[in-house]
T-cell receptor, first 116, second 114 residues
Framework: GAVVSQHPSWVICKSGTSVKIECRSL??????MFWYRQFPKQSLMLMAT?????????EQGVEKDKFLINHASLTLSTLTVTSAHPEDSSFYIC????????????FGPGTRLTVT | GDSVTQMEGPVTLSEEAFLTINCTYT??????LFWYVQYPGEGLQLLLK?????DKGSNKGFEATYRKETTSFHLEKGSVQVSDSAVYFC?????????????FGKGTKLSVIP
């Protein structure tokens, strides 16, 4: 149990375009989902926290207009990188918490974004 | 605020050697503590956890004990294998701003050579 998927696993896009990343909890209801960004050889940086049906809470320094987060259902959250630039290239990881224990997060496999 | 400090790597060990990765934390409340493992190109997998003082988490031969008096959660394994090569993250979970958030250490890269 407690499986989280992400799609796509990797994506290449041109500078100026937008790209959407999906995060799904496959076998449980996720009341809260988290989005992280990980730079090479570094730790995870929390970008935002989203609760189902509510607006996401962004961490300081994260542009909410650039990284659009939607948590429309208890099993799906999406991260849209708008007007992507090469500096947005990174590994994006989502996690979900909810049904089993609210303090434990289950992580997706990550999405590698490359902006050319 | 909450923080996690873990020993910097990389750590290189021979197969069957003993592993210790140190982790200490600071937290205002009573956090839960975790070790996550990340294999190359993949997301994080929960390795083990402990939710209260003196709890011992264990999985796949790895162990860590929640030591409140020393605010530590050191990861140990008696005999490492090549397949244990990965990056290990210590983390704590605390409640803030309406949800539980994870605070991660910087990660320790472990390489096990045959």
């Amino acid at each position: 149990g407690a499986v989280v998927s992400q799609h796509p696993s990797w994506v290449i896009c041109k500078s100026g375009t937008s790209v959407k990343i999906e995060c799904r909890s496959l076998d449980f209801q996720a009341t809260t989902m988290f989005w992280y960004r990980q730079f090479p050889k570094q730790s995870l940086m929390l970008m935002a926290t989203s609760n189902e049906g509510s607006k996401a809470t962004y961490e300081q320094g994260v542009e909410k207009d650039k990284f659009l987060i939607n948590h429309a259902s208890l099993t799906l959250s999406t991260l849209t990188v708008t007007s992507a630039h090469p500096e947005d290239s990174s590994f994006y990881i989502c996690s979900a918490a909810g049904q089993f224990s609210s303090y434990e997060q289950y992580f997706g496999p990550g999405t590698r974004l490359t902006v050319t | 605020g909450d923080s996690v400090t873990q020993m910097e790597g990389p750590v290189t060990l021979s197969e069957e050697a003993f592993l210790t990765i140190n982790c200490t934390y600071t937290a205002t409340g009573y956090p839960s503590l975790f070790w996550y493992v990340q294999y190359p190109g993949e997301g994080l997998q929960l390795l083990l956890k402990a939710t209260k003082a003196d709890d011992k988490g264990s999985n796949k031969g790895f162990e860590a004990t929640y030591r409140k008096e020393t605010t530590s959660f050191h990861l140990e394994k008696g005999s490492v294998q090549v397949s244990d090569s990965a990056v290990y993250f210590c983390a704590l979970s605390d409640y803030g701003a309406g949800s539980y958030q994870l605070t991660f250490g910087k990660g320790t890269k472990l390489s096990v050579i045959p």
